[in-house]
């Protein structure tokens, strides 16, 4: 069992940049998959970018070039780090945590539905 908790939300300008954390309490280790969420203003929660514990990554198709996430297994956090942010991004992000590995879910971020264990939510608003 694991708990999350984002920080780092808030609003920017278009093209601006944003870096999201997420601070995982409790058996982190156990926690093999880990990814960024968002939902979009009347729109299903989607897998954006997820982080395996052997340390593969995988990213939806409309952030890939522009957002990085990685795992730092020492401080027990995840980070994602947005660039060239534009209006579509916004939305609530979440972190997302699962015992399984990310591969067995295929090679795209996991979907909302395989995820056991949610942060909170932070919101990020782009305006241009």
């Known amino acids: 069992q694991v708990q999350l908790m984002e920080s780092g939300g808030g609003s920017v300008q278009a093209g601006g940049s944003l870096t999201l954390s997420c601070l995982v309490s409790?058996?982190?280790?156990?926690?093999?998959?880990m990814g960024w969420f968002r939902q979009r203003p009347g729109r299903e929660r989607e897998g954006v970018a997820a982080?395996?514990?052997?340390?593969?990554?995988s990213y939806v198709d409309s952030v890939k070039g522009r957002f990085t996430i990685t795992k730092d297994n020492f401080k027990k956090s995840l980070i994602l780090q947005m660039n060239d942010l534009s209006s579509d991004d916004t939305a609530i992000y979440y972190c997302?945590?699962?015992?399984?590995?990310?591969?067995?879910?295929?090679?795209?971020?996991?979907?909302?539905?395989?995820?056991?264990?949610w942060g909170q939510g932070t919101q990020v608003t782009v305006s241009s």
């Open positions: 997302g945590a699962s015992q399984r590995h990310c591969w067995t879910f295929g090679s795209r971020p996991p979907r909302a539905r395989d995820i056991s264990t």
């Open positions: 409790g058996d982190f280790y156990n926690a093999h998959c």
């Open positions: 982080v395996d514990s052997d340390g593969g990554t």
